[in-house]
C-alpha cells in the first residue's frame, strides 16, 4: 500500500513524464527532487525516480554520474526492480561503456520484463545482442539479433515492438536479419 507521499510523487511524476513544457518540466523535476531530497530514507522506487528526472532531461549528460548513482542505490535497495536495473545499463549503454551496460541489461529480471512491456523485453534483447557485437562477439550478437527478428515475425501488431536501431547498426543492410526485418517492418524501406 502507497503512503500519501508515494502517491503524491507518482502523481508529480506523471505530470512531469507527460508535460511536452520544458519550463513546467524543469519546475516539476525540481519539486519531485527537493521532496524526496527531505526524506529521512528513500526507497528504491524514490531512487528510481530521482534517476529518471535527471535522465529525462536534455542536458542528461551533464547528471550522468548522479544518475548512475541513483539507478544504483535503487537497484541495492531493491534488487528486484528490474526497471532500475533496466535503466542503470540504459546510462552506461549511452554513456557509451558496453561492458558494464552488458553486465547490467544481463542481470534484468526477463521473465518478469517480459511479463510487463513485450516491446522492453524484445527491445533487451536486442541491447544485449547489440552490446555482444560492439564488444567483439559478433556471433553471439547475431545469435541474439536473429531471436529479435523471430519475435518482429510473431508479433502481429507492428506498433507493438521498438524500432530496431541498435540491431539495424550493427549489421549491413544487405544481411539477412536486415532484410527480415525489412519484410515485417516495411516502415523501414
Known sequence: ???????????????FFISENPTE??????DIRKKLLDQNELTSENYQILGLVDYESEDWKNHSERILENFSKSVEKDESNFLARLYLAHIY??????DLALENYLKVNDKELKKFQLWRYVKLIEQIGYCKYKLGDETGGITLFEKVLEWYRKTEDEYELARPTELLECLPE?????????KVENYLD
Open 174 to 182: 544487405n544481411h539477412k536479419i536486415v532484410v527480415g526485418i525489412k
Open 1 to 15: 500500500m502507497k503512503t500519501e507521499f508515494e502517491k503524491d510523487i507518482l502523481e508529480q511524476y506523471d505530470k
Open 25 to 30: 518540466k524543469d519546475s516539476l523535476r525540481n
Open 93 to 98: 549503454h549511452d554513456i557509451g561503456n558496453l
